[in-house]
């Protein structure tokens, strides 16, 4: 009788270890010649990012202003304006991960 309770408990304790999820931290870099270049890390839980930290976009040619991230549907959006003189252009990266992959999309 103890050698089935034991083989039971054993049974239930590795399902209950096994559905924890745990966050990891990736570094992201990505540049965009001639414009800019950014890097950040993410904190990445199962397919989902919740949260980006150390956000850090540097022109090549000009200026940056008004950095804004939002994080939604577990995907991170950050936007910002690119100033060239008296232009502005406004500039967007995406930040996805699917299947343990991270992918960085600019426009």
Request: charged content about 15%; some cysteine.
């Amino acid at each position: 009788m103890k050698k089935s309770l034991i083989t039971g408990l054993i049974v239930v304790c590795s399902f209950a270890f096994s559905t924890v999820a745990q966050a990891a931290t990736y570094h992201v870099a990505q540049s965009k010649l001639p414009s800019w270049r950014f890097s950040c890390n993410v904190v990445i839980k199962g397919d989902k990012i919740t949260a980006v930290k150390k956000l850090s976009i540097k022109p090549i040619i000009g200026s940056i202003s008004s950095p804004a991230v939002k994080i939604s549907g577990g995907d991170a959006h950050i936007r910002f304006a690119k100033h060239i003189k008296t232009l502005a252009y406004n500039q967007s990266i995406k930040i996805s991960v699917s299947k343990s992959k991270v992918y960085v999309t600019t426009n």
